[in-house]
């Protein structure tokens, strides 16, 4: 809430439910339209100058965040709290998003009713969580099955289209969002034992599993369901579920799914990149000086960078953990499961197509741009080579 009965006019603008424009830009329209995605260290840095410069004189403003995730989970809590941080740091003070624990405003990965709703400021989440309310559809901002790396699904999200397809599916609902942080590859789930037949496992398994990946499990005959990452492993340990796919290696030690389920398999076909997002209340966002509303571009902006840097260094020496500390064997698809997967989520795109126009609308929408990206991604693609790391 805002405090005091009456705002005062201290030189700050009253927002216009847009991002501001910036002199040093020239107010482009591009930079207008896709000013999410800000270089990190120089516009942080100006917001925070002027808004050291300014301090006194801001109006103090006090928000309440819900995250899906623990602020000791590995940056997919991490990242709130340092957010939190960077956005007091930023307003000297006078203006505060407090992060609250799953569960202490509302349950771990039901942020958004809440939030549409005004009940809670803000959430820290993930689009793949709004499916029960939004629809399977909402799932494609997240991750998807098979997908792009971080710079093509970024360059969808922020300058094809993708995040004007997210508000188109917000706004009615009282909501908006900002992408704030992505993570690189998952790990495609832990199993009891080593998956010898695949085709014959899959059947009838009962399985934790996120998002569009769920939809081509369930092809493969999984039974899937979706639990917040602290219900996991109970679920797992009393046999709720037999297997269970959730993040990265950094983050799955800390749930220690590792120690009922030992065999861990790859690659994370189902989510390469995943981006997830800050909910905001839209009718609150939008009364917030256009300073504050900047801040809060700078500071998610901040934390997709140092979240998906932070994943990149540290997931290697989990694995060395998982393996070497925890017992964790690491096993891989073979390329004949992955094009099983992979024709099965074809399908899934294309049935969900026929069925869902909203569905198809965004879809087609991430289909062309990837198709219009290939015409790039495709000249400059590099098979790897790793002579040198194995001398």
Request: with cysteine; charged share 20%.
């Amino acid at each position: 809430k805002v405090r005091g009965a009456q705002r005062q006019n201290h030189g700050v603008r009253r927002s216009t439910g847009r991002l501001p424009e910036f002199a040093s830009n020239g107010g482009g329209t591009m930079f207008d339209k896709h000013a999410r995605f800000i270089a990190v260290a120089g516009l942080a840095g100006s917001v925070a100058a002027v808004a050291a410069l300014d301090a006194g004189a801001q109006e103090r403003v006090r928000w309440k965040m819900a995250s899906a995730w623990g602020a000791a989970v590995p940056v997919l809590g991490s990242t709130g709290v340092a957010f939190s941080k960077r956005i007091e740091q930023m307003s000297g003070g006078n203006f505060r998003i407090k992060f609250h624990e799953p569960g202490a405003l509302v349950p771990g990965a039901k942020e958004f009713e809440p939030v549409a709703k005004g009940s809670v400021d803000a959430g820290w989440t993930t689009p793949g969580y709004h499916t029960g309310v939004l629809g399977g559809a909402v799932a494609f901002f997240t991750a998807v099955p098979f997908g792009p790396q971080l710079g093509e699904f970024q360059a969808w999200k922020l300058f094809g289209g993708g995040n004007e397809l997210r508000e188109e599916m917000y706004n009615p609902h009282g909501a908006t969002a900002i992408d704030n942080f992505c993570i690189g590859p998952e790990t495609s789930g832990w199993f009891r034992e080593e998956v010898t037949n695949p085709d014959e496992y899959f059947k009838g398994l009962k399985m934790r599993f996120f998002g569009l990946g769920a939809q081509v499990m369930q092809k493969m005959g999984v039974s899937t369901q979706l639990l917040a990452g602290a219900d996991i492993f109970p679920a797992l340990e009393k046999g709720v579920i037999d297997a269970t796919e959730f993040s990265m290696p950094i983050t799955d030690i800390k749930y220690g799914f590792h120690q009922v389920a030992s065999f861990n398999y790859f690659p994370g076909w189902h989510q390469q990149i995943s981006c997830s997002e800050l909910l905001i209340n839209k009718e609150k966002y939008e009364a917030l000086p256009e300073a504050y509303q900047a801040m809060i571009h700078a500071a998610a902006a901040e934390q997709v960078l140092l979240g998906y840097a932070e994943t990149e260094a540290t997931n290697p020496t989990a694995m060395i953990e998982m393996t070497e500390k925890h017992g964790v064997q690491v096993r891989r698809w073979n390329d004949e499961t992955l094009a099983t997967l992979e024709r099965a989520w074809l399908e899934v795109l294309g049935e969900q197509s026929a069925s869902d126009p909203v569905f198809k609308k965004i879809a087609d929408s991430y289909l062309a741009f990837r198709k219009t990206y290939s015409i790039w991604g495709d000249a400059q693609l590099l098979k790897g080579t790793y002579q040198l790391t194995r001398k």
